[in-house]
């Protein structure tokens, strides 16, 4: 059952119904069997409580970000129009990956998992960045994912080296 319960089925029981030999009450296994059942239960309810929250968040999240949006394009012409902007355009990138936690948690898409060569990857997400960044590969690496999401990552953390990162030469 723990096996089950770690693979994603948080329906898995010890003593299910369908099993080929029911646990009787009187077994002191069956104590253990109700124990772990009570505790797949609540792990169960807390997990899709905090999807829900997830969900609920990412599309508040969103429907606030699309009013401000529209209200930013009505602000006149200029640098404070511009600052509003770039910063509703900087919450889009972290409501779009709460969106697609939620969406993956609920199972409503699906990964497409992948072998992939790293360094191609991460060659051309730093082009596409428009950063002056260099990739320097020093081994090859293949990693199984899903190419989509792992270009993101890549694309995080170059924006995010950017942003927070000290220039240093070496």
């Known amino acids: 059952m723990a096996r089950r319960i770690s693979a994603g089925d948080l329906d898995a029981r010890v003593d299910d119904p369908r099993a080929a030999r029911p ?11 109700g124990a772990l059942d009570a505790m797949a239960s609540t792990l169960q309810r807390k997990l899709q409580t905090e999807q829900r929250f997830t969900a609920d968040v990412a ?5 606030r970000l699309t009013g401000l949006s529209a209200a930013a394009e009505l602000l006149p012409p200029g640098r404070p129009a511009e600052l509003v902007r770039d910063r509703v355009r900087a919450m889009r990138a972290p409501t779009e990956d709460l969106l697609e936690i939620s969406r993956l948690d609920a199972r409503t898409e699906q990964v497409d998992l992948a072998a992939h060569d790293l360094a191609p990857v991460a060659e051309r997400v730093v082009r596409a960045s428009g950063t002056d960044t260099e990739v320097r590969v020093t081994s090859a690496a293949r990693v199984e994912t899903d190419r989509r999401r792992l270009e993101r990552v890549i694309g995080s953390l170059v924006a995010n080296a950017h942003r927070h990162g000290a220039l240093r030469w070496c």
Do not use: G
């Open 23 to 33: 646990v009787r009450a009187q077994d002191e296994v069956a104590i253990v069997a």
């Open 59 to 63: 599309h508040e999240l969103r429907t």
